[in-house]
Nanobody, 123 residues
Framework: QLQASGGGLVQAGGSLRLSCAAS????????MAWFRQGPGKEREFVAV????????RYADSVKGRFTISRDNAKNTLYLQMNSLNAEDTAVYYC??????????????????WGQGTQVTVSS
């Protein structure tokens, strides 16, 4: 129901734009988020956007470099990633949370997950 795409290999300092297409769910009834899992690391929160795109939160590690957005007409979530560095290398996952009254940062609260897209930053 969530299909992530847009990952790839990029040099340090470069940019990528991830997309997450939702199907089979009422997109506007979900807060959406990006998480990532680097090699040998636990899954970590990256960014969250509420259903109406009026509340956005970022992890400190990506603040000022990444931008989360959504197009409710296209049922699609985005993550624009700029100034990438080696620490951003990870599999990136999109996730949907049906609890829309609060923006949550913990993976266990999310109801649906995409399959992940690999982002590799070469230094």
């Amino acid at each position: 129901q969530l299909q992530a795409s847009g990952g790839g290999l990029v040099q340090a300092g470069g940019s990528l734009r991830l997309s997450c297409a939702a199907s089979g769910l009422s997109f506007t009834r979900y807060n959406m988020a990006w998480f990532r899992q680097g090699p040998g690391k636990e899954r970590e929160f990256v960014a969250v956007i509420n259903w109406s795109a009026t509340i956005i939160r970022y992890a400190d590690s990506v603040k000022g470099r990444f931008t989360i957005s959504r197009d409710n007409a296209k049922n699609t979530l985005y993550l624009q990633m700029n100034s990438l560095n080696a620490e951003d290398t990870a599999v990136y996952y999109c996730a949907a949370d049906q609890q829309v009254t609060v923006s949550r940062f913990v993976a266990e609260y999310y109801d649906y997950w995409g399959q992940g897209t690999q982002v590799t930053v070469s230094s």
